[in-house]
């Protein structure tokens, strides 16, 4: 097997908030602060989201039940990736083997995988090898050594996401192991919001970049 490039999907390959302006507007819901939002790339938490949304203060469990609703519609099926992605990615992919980490899970888990999957599949197709679904908001630490533990430590070459505290479970679940060479650590970062937390972690704005890093160089 190919060297193992892990990825989280959403941001990073995916524009998770454009399918969510048709669910709202469906919903017969507000929905222009998220057309502002995939204009600027700004990360908008739940109550921004759907509070602004239904003109109300939900309660947590109301804010879950509609992001639940969302990842399990098929409206996933159809969000566009980023021009980046889709130039880079299967050249990548000739090189490394791709697994996709998600935090997607909806009402039906195996619902959102099946529309997580067709979504990738068509527009990065015979790329991923698998696709782990976790818990939204959940820690993708288990997800790590699970697949640390079916792949092998050494056969894992780079990590990247869009959020600090997913790259931090990653390197916490290799820290209980002894690689050989330790994996890359990379923060995706399309906002160009500064710099990461940590000194091991290699920042970048687009897959480009990406690209230029871990081929060409």
């Known amino acids: 097997m190919k060297p193992i490039f892990l990825t989280d999907i959403d941001g ?11 669910f709202l507007n469906d919903k017969g819901l507000r ?5 502002d939002s995939i ?9 921004e989201i759907f509070d602004i949304a239904t003109g109300r203060d939900l309660s947590y469990d109301e804010q879950m039940d509609l992001v639940n609703e969302y990842n399990g519609s098929d409206y996933i ?10 130039d880079c990615v299967s050249i990548m992919a000739e090189h490394y083997t791709f697994i996709g980490v998600t935090a997607l899970s909806g009402k039906v888990p195996s619902l959102s995988y099946s529309n997580r999957k067709s979504n990738l599949d068509v527009l990065f197709p015979n790329v991923f090898e698998d696709i782990i679904i976790t818990e939204v ?11 640390i ?9 780079a990590y990247v996401d869009d959020l600090e505290h997913n790259l931090d479970a990653f390197r916490k679940a290799v820290s209980h192991t002894a690689p050989i060479v330790s994996p890359l650590i990379i923060r995706f970062d399309r906002r160009d919001n500064g710099e990461p937390k940590f000194d091991d972690v290699i920042t970048v704005t687009d897959w480009y970049e990406i690209e230029d890093l871990i081929i060409w160089n």
């Open 137 to 147: 908001f959940g820690s993708k630490y288990t997800a790590f050594n699970k697949i």
């Open 39 to 47: 204009a600027t790339e700004r990360y908008m938490g739940l109550s």
């Open 31 to 35: 929905s222009d602060h998220i057309v």
């Open 12 to 22: 990073v390959l995916i524009s998770w908030q454009s399918g969510l302006v048709f």
């Open 77 to 86: 099926r159809y969000l566009p990736a980023y021009t980046d992605a889709i």
């Open 149 to 157: 533990e079916k792949y092998g430590i050494d056969n894992i070459y």
